[in-house]
């Protein structure tokens, strides 16, 4: 067994110096996965329902397995990650062990994906699900053994969330480029364009993870799974950072889930969508590097609020003067996207509270943490899509006829991700008090940074 062995937030000496070349090659580092992150999800299930090969039905019952299989193994990866001996540079190992089999399934999946039957393509999923979650899992704990205080941590993932945000603008214009160039291109066709990405992403990677400081992995004891949940249930900001993990996601989720039918019904620009989900990403790209140097001069958790405030105000604003015309629904789009930068917040913050974590347990559970923050991350849009889709149905709404039920419509996608952003906001300033009380002296220094 083993785990990252990680200096204490404050305690100068145990680490290097956070340079401007590492914190860059670190960023760069996240591109593989970021590339198949959203778009992959957003082009992968048409275009194998259009293969006719499987039922649309079954394509949905394909994707909700996979997603199911993902709260199954993140953990697991992450408890692997921790305690598998692999001494110095353990997280470029396992990050390099997953590049390959990522690569080969998604040559395999954008190629014959759509001729597949249903149990060839299920068994291909799992194992490209499970190779993008140990790349990602190893990547982001990699993150917090590089960092000794809370403003590193901020500039560190800050920086990786700018770098994911060009990457998805990149990404959603692939497609779209290939489509003025190559007139009447297939859905095939566009998701290669898409996937072709990622083979430059690959590159860039493996460049930037040689210059990124190798952390070494050192065998220690664990103190069983009973004891490790107790523990775990009695570290409030653990708990609490993990609610505002599921409660930041649900909101995006719900924004993601409607936003096309949003632009339909309520804008009346269903032939701009795709420009206007465009727009939002344009919008995180800009506020990133924003949001890191206010969350490195201010604290996270007050940006994180402040965040939430920013565009649950914006949203309510729309229920009394909604956007009208391409022009003032791309303004809003991109003010929108200003908010989608939530992981900056939840992924510097659990690299803070790490050091503490680890001298409850005895040992650094850094990777296992991470996976478990990935778990909220995908259980909180999942829940997001099925609770917007119960309420679109209980007031009637038919995506045919979205002018029917605009305005209920309107309601559901202004205030259910507010709801949700409210209690979020009152978790963090629980997060706040807790931080305040620790004893440790790295989550002090992290409260009074914060």
Request: net charge positive; proline share 6%.
């Amino acid at each position: 067994m083993a785990s990252t062995a990680l200096p204490s937030a404050g305690q100068p000496g145990q680490a290097d110096t956070l340079r401007p070349r590492t914190v860059a090659a670190y960023a760069a580092t996240a591109g593989p996965t970021v590339i198949l992150g959203l778009p992959f999800s957003v082009y992968l299930p048409p275009y194998i329902a259009e293969g006719g090969v499987i039922s649309v039905a079954l394509v949905g019952l394909l994707f909700s397995l996979t997603t199911i299989w993902d709260g199954v193994v993140d953990p697991l990866i992450g408890t692997m990650v921790d305690r598998v001996r692999t001494g110095l540079g353990a997280h470029r190992r396992w990050m390099l062990l997953a590049l390959v089999p990522l690569a080969l399934l998604l040559l395999a999946l954008v190629t014959v994906g759509d001729r597949l039957p249903f149990a060839a393509l299920f068994l291909m999923m799992v194992l490209f699900y499970s190779s993008y979650s140990l790349y990602e899992v190893a990547q982001l704990s990699w993150g917090s053994a590089l960092v000794r205080t809370p403003r590193d941590s901020a500039l560190l993932y800050g920086m990786r969330d700018w770098f994911a945000k060009i990457a998805l603008i990149l990404a959603f214009a692939a497609p779209a480029a290939a489509q003025i160039l190559i007139p009447g291109v297939s859905l095939q066709g566009r998701i290669m364009a898409y996937a072709s990405l990622f083979m430059l992403m690959v590159p860039i990677a493996l460049y930037a993870i040689r210059l990124v400081p190798p952390r070494a992995v050192v065998a220690e004891p664990g103190i069983g799974w009973r004891s490790e949940l107790r523990v775990s249930l009695a570290f409030p900001p653990l708990m609490l950072l993990l609610g505002v993990q599921f409660l930041n996601s649900f909101a995006f989720g719900s924004l993601t889930s409607l936003f096309v039918f949003f632009a339909a019904a309520v804008l009346d620009l269903d032939g701009q969508s795709a420009v206007l989900l465009f727009a939002s990403f344009i919008g995180g790209a800009i506020a990133s590097p924003v949001w890191t140097l206010l969350a490195r001069r201010y604290g996270k958790p007050p940006m994180m609020i402040m965040m939430g405030l920013l565009i649950s105000s914006l949203l309510i604003a729309t229920l009394f003067q909604r956007p009208e015309g391409v022009g003032q629904a791309a303004g809003f789009s991109i003010m929108l996207g200003t908010g989608f930068v939530g992981l900056l917040f939840t992924h510097s913050m659990l690299a803070d509270i790490i050091p503490g974590d680890a001298l409850r347990c005895g040992r650094n559970r850094s990777a296992f943490l991470f996976a478990l923050l990935n778990l909220m991350q995908k259980f909180g849009v999942a829940a997001a899509i099925a609770v917007s889709y119960l309420l679109l149905d209980l007031v009637g709404f038919d995506p045919k006829n979205g002018a029917a039920a605009a305005r209920e419509l309107h309601l559901v996608f202004g205030l259910q991700p507010t709801i949700s952003w409210m209690i979020m906001i009152a978790l963090l300033l629980l997060m706040r008090r807790a931080l305040a009380r620790e004893a440790d002296p790295a989550l002090a220094i992290a409260a009074a940074r914060q």
